[in-house]
């Protein structure tokens, strides 16, 4: 890992770490006001893929925490950049209410498959058009592969299964613009005027949040909530710089030990 410098800025996971659906982690709110008042750039970094940005500030906002729009930087805003850059027509597997997020790309005659978390899509008929796209040259791209994530009734299936399945019928590597794809790490931190070295990532998945964080350069705190399961912290090598019960725990120790 790189020479450490004095912090300068901090990413914070969304869902699993501030919230769990409808529900905030208890005392998340009041330990991001703690948080601001540190001179940190802050940013919020999040895989989801159920919702447009629009809807998420939306319903951060309702939980009582102050988070602007331009704060937050999704793996579907990685993936959009990605699709614009590449100039494809993709085959978007993700729900209904993260279209916004990519309104003004062309899906005629798609000639790309963009699979996120979609739930109500993820059946054969589907994934077989997806397979089809792909075997045929489609470029395949996975706007992460999380092995599962935390509803209120518990754990559930992310898009990495689905991801891999194709994977496996077409013999073709995806490309992955969410977490823990360094790019994505780098790309939050663009117009903060931080390094890396100068970061510390807050979340709940020891190896896409943490592990990825670290791959990078920054400094990852896991913290015991969301998705997090017993002896999560020894998957990943190295191991995380801390681990601690929740977000106000992590948020504690930074104000006490890295400013």
Partial sequence: MATRRALK???VDLSGTLHIEDTAVPGAQEALKRLRSAPVAIRFVTNTTKECKRDLL??????????KQEEIFTSL???????????????LLVEDNALHDFTGIDTSEPNAVVIGLAPDHFNYQTLNKAFRLIIDGAPLIAIHKARYYKRKDGLALGPGPFVTGLE???DVKATVVGKPAQTFFLEALRGTNCAPEETVMIGDDCRDDVGGAQDAGMLGILVKTGKYREADESKIN?????????????VDHILKHLL
Avoid: H, M, W
């Fill in 9 to 11: 800025a901090v990413l």
């Fill in 58 to 67: 939306e319903r951060l906002t309702k939980l009582g925490f102050d988070i």
């Fill in 77 to 91: 805003t990685a993936a959009r950049n990605l699709l614009e850059q590449k100039a494809v027509r993709p085959l």
């Fill in 168 to 170: 496996y019928a077409t």
């Fill in 238 to 250: 190295p191991p995380p710089y801390l681990t601690c019960e929740s977000f106000p725990q992590a």
